[in-house]
């Protein structure tokens, strides 16, 4: 059973940046698929963007496409979410979410999350 853990999320002002990452306790990284997610107070969880197990592909939501960047390195088992040029829509609790051999943009395909973590941008 992987367990995931997201830290780096706080307050910023539009424009700013945050990196937040997702900490993996599982055998054989390298298998899995690791998404963001983000939802917002009464809304639901929608995707962010996701590193493959593939050859480090990655895939975006439009609306964060050329603002965010997903990275991986396989041997600390950690997945980075670089967020820059933050805007006051980007405010949510954000999830990692990991699966095996996926490539999928359905949270309901994912099997471990992590808790969340919160981004809070001002304008």
């Known amino acids: 059973q992987a367990q995931l853990v997201e830290s780096g999320g706080g307050s910023v002002q539009a424009g700013g940046s945050l990196r937040l990452s997702c900490a993996a306790s599982?055998?054989?990284?390298?298998?899995?698929?690791v998404a963001w997610f983000r939802q917002a107070p009464g809304e639901e969880r929608v995707f962010v963007g996701y590193?493959?197990?593939?050859?480090?592909?990655?895939l975006y939501a439009d609306s964060v496409k050329g603002r965010f960047t997903i990275s991986r390195d396989n041997e600390k088992a950690t997945v980075w979410l670089q967020m820059n040029s933050l805007k006051p829509e980007d405010t949510a609790m954000y999830y990692c979410?990991?699966?095996?051999?996926?490539?999928?943009?359905?949270?309901?395909?994912?099997?471990?999350w992590g808790q969340g973590t919160q981004v809070t941008v001002s304008s």
């Open positions: 979410a990991s699966n095996e051999w996926i490539m999928t943009t359905f949270p309901n395909d994912y099997r471990h």
């Open positions: 590193i493959s197990w593939r050859n480090g592909f990655t």
């Open positions: 599982v055998d054989r990284f390298n298998i899995y698929t």
